[in-house]
């Protein structure tokens, strides 16, 4: 960043638009890998330089790396504005390279939109340009597109082939790299191998530090590795590290993003676990707050965050806010995500639980019996799963259902004894008795 910088200042100074562009392009590049909005402002003018003087290299190549940060930023409405003039501009380039990497943003748009099956055709049109897979582009595509559809079994080879394939092309410390382990670690989150998660993004972590200091990509890795901890239990390490990514965000500054609202949802959550529910509740409000003024419903964060914050509002003892919180969470994951979505099972479970603590045991009943209905199609397993036969197990004892409850019980109290979690098997044995 700091050779690149120098090349834009020098070729200033020479009047050389020609180099110029060149340099605008190089910086940009180099800039908007650490953070997006800050590489935005050399990109765009070295798409204005390079059209000025007939560079159709330099304007396909800033076109590009434009559509790709926002596209890699969740910003779908920007991203689709910029997909015309990046075509246009490659088209002049005539290069089958930025075809590919224009053609592999755009299904990252779609995907994000939740166009899953339009994002798997332009991958298999990525297989045609590149059948060998010689940059990536087609393993990262497959990768993606089923991690964003949730479909989790047809993930595991093309992401494991990507990471094989960066390690190999680039290097095991090549930024590239470390975006294949944090899809990695995507995948081994919503398959419950929580240890090789945590290790995927730990080691992303570490690469990216070296690559670029303190930055928003850091802020937002260090909120997912928070995510780990809370679930390995590991609160005050938690604490830490989201800690660490607010402060860095706070001082880094820059336009809005949804990195800040994703570190105080982490916070939140984590409070919310030491007990702390009052400002459990108040980091959470803020981060939906923050989500909802950002991308209004759109985005997968939003019902997360909303989930979270129900819970809290259970912790609390107001269970009315907390079930109005988890039908809303409830409603947004089943438009994005269907019956089916790990979310959506999660939601039908926590209503069933808020329903009980409003004592409706004839509502809570059928929610709970969807959510653990749908748990295998959502691919919900080990203290997960249990979590959802507890919500059932209590909504059958609380409608007289003694001997089905205490079979539900008995298997969530064996699926918490393997996992080791002291507190949820005291709770089962409590409701065993």
Same mark, same amino acid.
């Given at each position: 960043?700091?050779?690149?910088? #120098?090349?834009?200042?020098?070729?200033?100074?020479?009047? $050389?638009?020609?180099?110029? +562009?060149? +340099? !605008?392009?190089?910086?940009? &590049?180099?800039?908007?890998?650490?953070?997006?909005?800050?590489?935005?402002?050399?990109?765009?003018?070295?798409?204005?330089?390079?059209?000025?003087?007939?560079?159709?290299?330099?304007?396909?190549?800033?076109?590009?790396?434009?559509?790709?940060?926002?596209?890699?930023?969740? $910003?779908?409405?920007?991203?689709?504005?910029?997909?015309?003039?990046?075509?246009?501009? %490659?088209?002049?380039?005539?290069?089958?390279?930025?075809?590919?990497?224009?053609?592999?943003?755009?299904?990252?748009? =779609?995907?994000?939109?939740?166009? %899953?099956?339009?994002?798997?055709?332009?991958?298999?049109? !990525?297989?045609?340009?590149?059948?060998?897979?010689?940059?990536?582009?087609?393993?990262?595509?497959?990768?993606?597109?089923?991690?964003?559809?949730?479909?989790?079994?047809?993930?595991?080879?093309?992401? #494991?082939?990507?990471?094989?394939?960066?390690?190999?092309?680039?290097?095991?410390?090549?930024?590239?790299?470390?975006?294949?382990?944090?899809?990695?670690?995507?995948?081994?989150?919503? /398959?419950?191998?929580?240890?090789?998660? =945590?290790?995927?993004?730990?080691?992303?972590?570490?690469?990216?530090?070296?690559?670029?200091?303190?930055?928003?990509?850091?802020?937002?890795?260090?909120?997912?590795?928070?995510?780990?901890?809370?679930?390995?239990?590991?609160?005050?390490? +938690?604490?830490?590290?989201?800690?660490?990514? %607010?402060?860095?965000?706070?001082?880094?500054?820059?336009?809005?993003?949804? @990195?800040?609202? %994703?570190?105080?949802?982490?916070?939140?959550?984590?409070?919310?676990?030491?007990?702390?529910?009052?400002? +459990?509740?108040?980091?959470?409000?803020?981060?939906?707050?923050?989500?909802?003024?950002?991308?209004?419903?759109?985005?997968?964060?939003?019902?997360?965050?909303?989930?979270? !914050?129900? &819970? #809290?509002?259970?912790?609390?003892?107001?269970?009315?806010?907390?079930?109005? *919180?988890?039908?809303?969470?409830?409603?947004? #994951?089943?438009?994005?995500?269907?019956?089916?979505?790990?979310?959506?099972?999660?939601?039908?479970?926590?209503?069933?639980?808020?329903?009980?603590?409003?004592?409706?045991?004839?509502?809570?009943?059928?929610?709970?019996?969807?959510? =653990?209905?749908?748990?295998?199609?959502?691919?919900?397993?080990?203290?997960?799963?249990?979590?959802?036969?507890?919500? /059932?197990?209590?909504?059958?004892?609380?409608?007289?259902?003694?001997?089905?409850?205490? *079979?539900?019980?008995?298997?969530? =109290?064996?699926?918490?004894? *393997?996992?080791? @979690?002291?507190?949820?098997?005291?709770?089962?044995?409590?409701?065993?008795?």
């Amino acid at each position: 960043i700091t050779i690149s910088a #120098a090349a834009v200042q020098e070729a200033r100074a020479l009047g $050389d638009d020609h180099l110029l +562009a060149e +340099a !605008l392009v190089l910086h940009g &590049r180099n800039t908007i890998g650490r953070d997006e909005a800050t590489g935005r402002p050399e990109l765009e003018e070295a798409m204005t330089v390079a059209a000025r003087v007939h560079d159709a290299e330099s304007e396909a190549s800033a076109a590009y790396y434009l559509l790709a940060a926002a596209a890699e930023a969740g $910003d779908a409405a920007r991203a689709n504005t910029l997909i015309p003039s990046a075509r246009a501009a %490659i088209a002049r380039a005539g290069h089958t390279r930025y075809e590919a990497d224009e053609l592999e943003s755009e299904a990252f748009v =779609l995907m994000s939109s939740g166009k %899953i099956d339009d994002g798997l055709a332009i991958c298999d049109r !990525l297989e045609k340009l590149e059948p060998d897979n010689k940059r990536g582009h087609v393993t990262e595509c497959r990768c993606t597109a089923n991690l964003f559809g949730e479909r989790y079994d047809a993930a595991q080879a093309p992401c #494991a082939a990507d990471l094989a394939h960066n390690e190999t092309t680039y290097g095991k410390d090549h930024v590239y790299t470390a975006v294949a382990l944090a899809n990695l670690s995507i995948l081994d989150w919503h /398959l419950g191998r929580y240890d090789d998660g =945590l290790a995927a993004d730990q080691r992303a972590l570490a690469i990216y530090r070296a690559a670029y200091g303190d930055s928003s990509r850091i802020a937002d890795l260090l909120s997912d590795v928070a995510e780990y901890m809370v679930h390995l239990k590991r609160y005050d390490e +938690a604490l830490a590290d989201v800690k660490e990514a %607010i402060a860095m965000l706070e001082r880094l500054g820059g336009p809005p993003s949804d @990195s800040i609202p %994703i570190a105080r949802s982490a916070l939140g959550k984590i409070l919310g676990k030491l007990g702390r529910h009052d400002e +459990a509740i108040a980091e959470l409000e803020q981060a939906v707050a923050a989500f909802e003024k950002l991308s209004g419903d759109e985005g997968h964060a939003l019902p997360q965050t909303l989930g979270q !914050l129900g &819970r #809290a509002y259970l912790d609390a003892e107001r269970p009315k806010e907390a079930l109005a *919180t988890f039908e809303r969470a409830h409603a947004l #994951a089943l438009k994005s995500f269907g019956p089916d979505g790990q979310d959506t099972v999660f939601f039908d479970a926590d209503e069933a639980m808020a329903l009980l603590a409003l004592h409706r045991p004839a509502d809570a009943l059928p929610r709970a019996q969807d959510a =653990l209905a749908h748990a295998a199609a959502a691919h919900v397993g080990g203290e997960d799963l249990a979590y959802l036969e507890v919500a /059932l197990g209590k909504a059958l004892l609380a409608t007289g259902h003694r001997a089905r409850a205490r *079979t539900i019980l008995t298997d969530a =109290l064996g699926l918490y004894r *393997t996992a080791g @979690s002291k507190e949820s098997i005291a709770e089962v044995e409590g409701l065993l008795r």
